[in-house]
């Protein structure tokens, strides 16, 4: 079942995508016109600012539903070269604006009274934090000739080795024999084998997995070091003293939010390993918990999930919280927005794309029949959800910055883990809470181990390109420091660092404390829920409608929460705690 992606286009060779090419070079070129004439004087500064801004947001909406489009077809078909050659031929156009678009924020640093301007007309204040925004990271930005130097190499260095990792891995086949049969399985298919019931089935394919890797791990590893390295070079440039300091900026998060966060992880860690050394009892394993059972269903229910009772599922526990929520996750079943299978040649994981130039979001998934898949699902439609609150605003104000990206989708698990285990049998609710604690053991422990390695990588990219041994070695060690004894010491996953998207986003680094930022804010959240009922609905809307224009410390602050206090961050993993040691209890007395 794969997604509709007619709203944007009919086809790759719709000629509609030709003839929003060439309006977009239009719009580009107008935009290097008009700034041509903003930035030689400050007179009649709101006037231009406005009239700048518009231009901005239309380019923004063709560029985004062009971008947009091709980018899916080339998630769910890595083949497509039409796709391709189109998304390199978008980043061309959008390049010929850098220049301009560095003259103009230089321009807009330099107003004198930057609040009097903004204050002067209500489409300007509406734009107030991106604009004051946009001069504060004046200091970070370089020449508009650099900008527009940086963008174009881009396009054949980070961007293009990008493009070629989804290749290797969208090809990538894995020789597994399962049922006495010999197979070459896409890699997708193999990563779902992760929560298959059998254990036989479970450890065969983690070692087919890792085998495989040996084939494609240099290409993979020059992929990573071409990335980070360009990424180091730029952000140096730049001027940033590190490029976590560039993501904490970039993410509207200070560094005392994230280290106050990183030490309520650290110190609930025992929590986790107690956990997952009880699931290894659980399942016969004496030395820790071995990776390829880290999903492994702990009960002898052998409950399999359609797609379609999938879906409905999550739009009878979505209609428990809000009918809007409800309504949307069906509107996205019933009109295709959502690809739901694994199949040769499409990217791993799970993805949400918002669509603003059509009010309309669509899903990646690669669905495995499991109840973890249908937490994915749900996780998804959370991000469709926050589109949706979002919908009304200008496209300037939708860029939330990554920790609040996560904040509905995560959300949303808890919200169908909770609802699905007051309604089931105690089996089936012992395999929800087991599969709710294991994701909370992904998004705090193994997203931890991944901000290690990240950190560790870019440390030791700094001296020169790594190998694919390395690299692995830096991947374990992260995951010891982690998973602690909480993970089997011969059965760890020195590979974890090749399929996993996030790594290789230029733009984009330390894409994973976000996520436990996510968990345990939704946690925060979700108890605000339980305490005031239908009366936190509109405020959380609220919430999710302003990420894009306030810093995270006060969209956190505008419901009454302090991130600076180590004790909201203790609280939300209390209530992870608590299910560990109900799970933990349950599962010793089997």
Known sequence: MEWDLSV????????MIQEDLEALKEKVGEWNALIDVICQDDQEAPRKLEEALKLESETLLLAQKLGGYVSLVSSAD?????????????????????????????????????????????????????????????????????????????????????????????????????????EKLPLTMVLNLAYDPDPVTRKKAYEAEIAAYQDTEDGLAACLNAIKGEVLTVSKWRGYESVL?????????????????????????????????????ALGHTNGLPFYDLYAPVTQTTERYTYQEAGQLIVEQFAGFDQEMADMAQRAIDEHWIDVYPRAGKVGGAFCANLPSVKQSRVLMNFGAS???????????????????????????????????????????????????????DEEALAVLEAEVSGCNQVIVDIYSRFLFEDAFFKERANGPLSAKEICHLMEEAQIESYGDGLDPHYRHPYMWTWKPHYYYATANYYNFPYAFGQLFAKGLYAMYVK????????????????GKMSVYDVAKSIGINIHDIDFWRSSLKMIEEDIDTLIEKLSHR
């Not at 944007?8 to 000629?15: E, I, K, R, V």
């Not at 881009?154 to 399962?178: H, P, Y």
């Not at 239908?534 to 990420?547: D, G, I, M, R």
């Open 78 to 182: 890595t083949q497509n070269e039409k796709a391709v050659k189109y998304e390199d031929l978008i980043d061309q156009i959008l390049n010929d604006s850098v220049e301009s678009s560095t003259r103009f924020e230089n321009w807009l640093s330099h107003l004198p009274d930057l609040d009097r301007v903004i204050n002067n007309t209500p489409y300007l204040s509406e734009h107030a934090f991106v604009l004051k925004e946009m001069q504060m990271q004046e200091k970070y930005r370089l020449s508009s000739r650099e900008e527009a130097l940086v963008a174009s190499m881009r396009q054949t260095g980070s961007s293009a080795f990008a493009r070629l990792k989804d290749q290797i891995i969208g090809n990538m086949k894995v020789d597994l024999e399962l049922n006495g049969k010999a």
């Open 245 to 281: 300091d560039e993501t904490l900026l970039d993410s509207r998060m200070d560094r005392e939010t994230l280290e106050t966060m990183l030490e309520a992880i650290r110190e609930s860690l025992p929590h986790f390993r107690a956990y997952m050394k009880a699931k290894a009892e």
């Open 8 to 15: 944007l286009y009919a086809s790759m060779d719709d000629p």
């Open 371 to 425: 109840f973890d898949s249908i937490v994915t699902m749900a996780h998804e439609l959370g991000h469709a959800f926050h589109n949706l609150c979002s919908q009304n605003e200008s496209i300037l104000n939708l860029n939330s910055p990554m920790p609040l990206a996560e904040t509905a989708s995560t959300f949303n698990e808890t919200l169908v883990k909770k609802a699905a285990l007051a309604s089931m049998s």
């Open 532 to 547: 005031e009922g239908p009366a936190f609905v509109s405020k959380y809307k609220q919430l999710l409608a302003s990420t």
